[in-house]
Structures are given as structure tokens and as C-alpha cells.
């Protein structure tokens, strides 16, 4: 069917032609695999950098500083869980739970279904919240992987205390409160009357009780006050008719670090285990460091004559006396294509322009040849290492930084940087 489309326009169909050489080359391909010169170990054994000059480093020794600076802040009563959604917000879920852990955070909290088995295939049997209610299809996962849903409708509530009734399980839940983010969550002032609706299923076990902020990292604390307040209130009521609400948690990293009258049974740690401050008001008052830099090395070095264009669209065009280098990075490794030409690469403790539209899978960067005052002259050679992101001999470019320029936050650029590329841990 595709290949009508390349009929010629004097009605010439190629599509013999195209079939003809796409077996070919299948061909080929299929002896390739089966040529017998390679054991299975040897090529599983050319890894991550190995296979493509770029990777993600995670220094795990500064997750453990993280979530040290945050049990610090907490009283010693106070437990600490580490959400580790979206694959630890791209830094890999199961080292980053497992480092946490082993650092003083006690749960883990997860977005998914998938994510929470995961943590148990990989062996961590700390309690796991899934931090939404999943299709009741999948209450059978959350009983056989020992997971704690997010509760707050009756039809999931009386799925899975039934489900888990059934095998003589337990049920066990954190009912989420809605307490004006307007997410999810029963409503504040709905909360006794839900609980009162679910009160009859003998498996459902409420072990916890939470909400969330949507404006504990802003500078206005209006909204803020009226979540923290709702939210007391809600506890007290429940209280007051008998229901015992489990563990009580609100706190997310930014309410964490700046307001201690949150931290009530436990707080949970996000962006700020990974080194990021929530906002600027925390800056300066903890020591948090991010674990996350981002590596390449050069596969090519162009010397374009003055005025040639660089990459799609050839927006840069060279000055003369610089030399263009390429790396194996581009937009589909979280490289955003908005940062072109408005970042820079670190190539032997300097700060290099990145110059030209970041392609999918490659960019380029320009070292200046003319002299700069005292500075050596830099000579880039293909398999040198450069930094995209991290600090070196006094210089840096930080995932804010490029945040600042792409309009976004942390969480978002980890979280695409992290997609294909492959992470390297240093303990
Ligand atoms: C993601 C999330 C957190 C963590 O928030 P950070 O701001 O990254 O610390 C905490 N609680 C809930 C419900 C979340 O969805």
C-alpha cells in the first residue's frame, strides 16, 4: 500500500525497485546475527558509553548529603519517605530508593503501578505508596506486590478491601485529602462522610492520611495557610468521630525545608533528595548538591571556512578561527532544542558556546581559536570528554540554568535527560 506513493508522476511505479533492495539489505542484517563470532557475553558486555558517547552520571554519595540535610531538618520522630517516582526523577528508581533507604528515609513513594513493582522485583520491601488511585484492574498487582494505594473514591475503596477480603488479605491506604490543589483527593470538608461510607469493609485498613501542597515553594503563603489549616481541621474531625487517620504526612520538599509545623508523622522528599532547592527562599540555608551531570565526548572536529553555516537552518555561521565540535546529544536525550545557541559546554575547564540548532540526536559547540589574554589555546580532539551539565575548574553549567532558559523546572528537564541515555553510578 505505502509503496503506490512512490509511483512517478509520469505513472512509473517504483515500488519493485524498493521492495527489491529493502530484502536485500534484511538479508544481510540476518546473516550478521547469526555469523557465531561473538558470544552473547561479549556484547552484553559493551555497555552505556561503550555503545554511544554520552551518558548521564548520578553521584549517589550526593543523594545520601540530601537526604541527610532533610533528616536533619526533621525531629527525630519524624519518618522520611522518598518519592521516587518517574524512575527517581530520572536518576533510576531502584539505586536511588536503595541509596535512600540505606541514608534514613524509611517509605518510598512511587506514580504508578509499574514503578512500585519494579522496586519490589529488584528486592527493597520498604512500604511503597502509589501516590494516586490505579485502576481498580489493577488491585490484584497491589496485593500481590504488597503496594499501598492513594484512596478517595468508594467504588476503588470497596474493590480492593473486597479483592483482598477474598484471599484473606489486608487492604491497607492512604486516604488522600483534597484540600485545595484540586488534583485529586476527597474533599476536605467530604472526608468524614467518605470514611464513614467505607467504614464497614473489615479488610481496608487506613494507615495513612495526606495531602498535598500546590504552593508551599511560592513566596505568597495565603493558599498555602488555607491548605495547612483545612487539613488540620480535617485530622481533628477525624479524630473526633473515632477514625484513627494513620500515619499523617503533607509535607513535600519545599514545606519540608521551610516549614517545620508540617512535618506532623512524616514528610516526603522529592526534588530536593536530588540536590534542587524547591525555590529561592531555601538557598543558602542547606547544603544540597545535585547528583546529576550530564557527559559526552566529541566524535567529530569541523574547521568551517568563515561564514559557512552549522547545522539545520545554518542560523550560526562561523566567524573564521573556530573549530566546531559534534556530540552524540541532541533533543530526543533531553537536550531541549529550545536551548540552541543558548547554552554552553564545558570542553577543558571552558566555557563553550553551543552553537547551532540541536539536531534529535547531535549538537555542535565552537571553540574559539584566537587567543583569549592568557588562556592556553584549546585543542579539541575527537573522544575528548566535554560536560553538558556539572562544574568543572571553576566553571559550571546547572540543570537551573538550563531551566531558566528553556522555561521550565528540575523535575522536568531530569526526568528527559534520563530517557535513552545511559547513567553511570559513582557510590
Ligand atoms: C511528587 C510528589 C511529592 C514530591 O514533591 P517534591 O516537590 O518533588 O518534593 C510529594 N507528594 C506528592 C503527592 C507528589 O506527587
Not at 37 to 43: D, I, K, M, R, T
Not at 266 to 285: K, W
Amino acid at each position: 500500500m505505502g509503496f503506490n506513493a512512490f509511483s512517478g508522476a509520469a505513472g512509473q511505479d517504483f515500488s519493485d525497485l524498493l521492495r527489491y533492495t529493502g530484502e536485500r539489505s534484511e538479508g544481510r542484517t540476518a546473516d550478521a546475527q547469526d555469523c557465531g563470532a561473538y558470544s552473547p557475553e561479549q556484547l552484553d558486555a559493551i555497555v552505556g558509553p561503550q555503545r554511544r558517547w554520552s551518558w548521564v552520571e548520578i553521584d549517589l554519595s550526593a543523594i545520601r548529603n540530601n537526604v541527610a540535610v532533610a533528616k536533619r531538618r526533621l525531629s527525630p520522630g519524624t519518618r522520611l519517605m522518598a518519592v521516587v517516582k518517574a524512575n527517581a526523577y530520572g536518576h533510576g528508581a531502584v539505586q536511588v530508593a536503595r541509596t535512600a533507604l540505606s541514608a534514613g528515609a524509611t517509605q518510598l513513594a512511587v506514580a504508578t503501578v509499574s514503578e512500585g513493582i519494579q522496586l519490589r522485583k529488584a528486592g527493597i520491601d520498604a512500604p511503597v505508596l502509589v501516590l494516586s488511585e490505579p485502576p481498580i484492574a489493577a488491585v490484584p498487582l497491589l496485593l500481590r506486590y504488597n503496594l499501598m494505594p492513594s484512596v478517595y473514591t468508594s467504588e476503588f475503596a470497596v474493590a480492593y478491601g473486597e479483592e483482598a477480603d477474598r484471599h484473606g488479605l489486608r487492604a491497607p491506604f492512604h486516604l488522600a485529602i483534597n484540600t485545595g490543589m484540586n488534583r485529586i483527593g476527597v474533599r476536605f470538608d467530604e472526608a468524614v462522610d467518605f470514611v464513614r461510607q467505607i467504614a464497614f469493609h473489615r479488610a481496608l485498613e487506613q494507615v495513612g492520611t495526606f495531602t498535598h501542597f500546590a504552593t508551599a515553594d511560592c513566596a505568597e503563603t495565603l493558599d498555602f495557610n488555607m491548605q495547612l489549616r483545612r487539613f488540620k481541621e480535617t485530622i481533628v474531625s477525624l479524630r473526633q468521630v473515632g477514625v484513627n487517620p494513620g500515619l499523617v504526612h503533607c509535607a513535600n520538599s519545599a514545606a519540608l525545608l521551610r516549614y517545620p509545623e508540617t512535618h506532623m508523622d512524616m514528610a516526603r522528599l522529592g526534588i530536593s533528595m536530588y540536590g534542587f532547592h524547591p525555590c529561592p527562599e531555601t538557598r543558602g540555608y542547606f547544603d544540597l548538591r545535585p547528583a546529576l551531570s550530564v557527559h559526552a565526548r566529541i566524535t567529530a572536529v569541523n574547521t568551517p571556512p568563515m561564514s559557512e553555516g552549522v547545522s539545520y537552518g545554518m542560523h550560526y555561521r562561523s566567524p573564521g578561527s573556530v573549530k566546531i565540535c559534534a556530540v552524540p546529544i541532541g533533543y530526543a536525550d533531553g537536550y531541549a532544542r529550545a536551548l540552541s545557541s543558548r547554552t554552553s559546554i564545558i570542553y577543558d575547564g571552558h566555557l563553550c558556546r553551543q552553537v547551532g540548532n540541536i539536531c534529535m540526536d547531535q549538537c555542535m559547540f565552537e571553540v574559539d581559536l584566537r587567543s583569549h589574554g592568557t588562556h592556553r589555546r584549546l585543542d579539541p580532539h575527537v573522544g575528548d570528554e566535554v560536560l553538558l551539565v556539572g562544574a568543572q575548574n571553576g566553571v559550571s553549567v546547572t540543570i537551573e540554568d538550563l531551566c531558566d532558559v528553556v522555561g521550565t523546572i528540575p523535575h522536568e528537564l531530569c526526568c528527559a535527560l534520563s530517557l535513552r541515555m545511559p547513567k553511570v553510578y559513582l557510590r
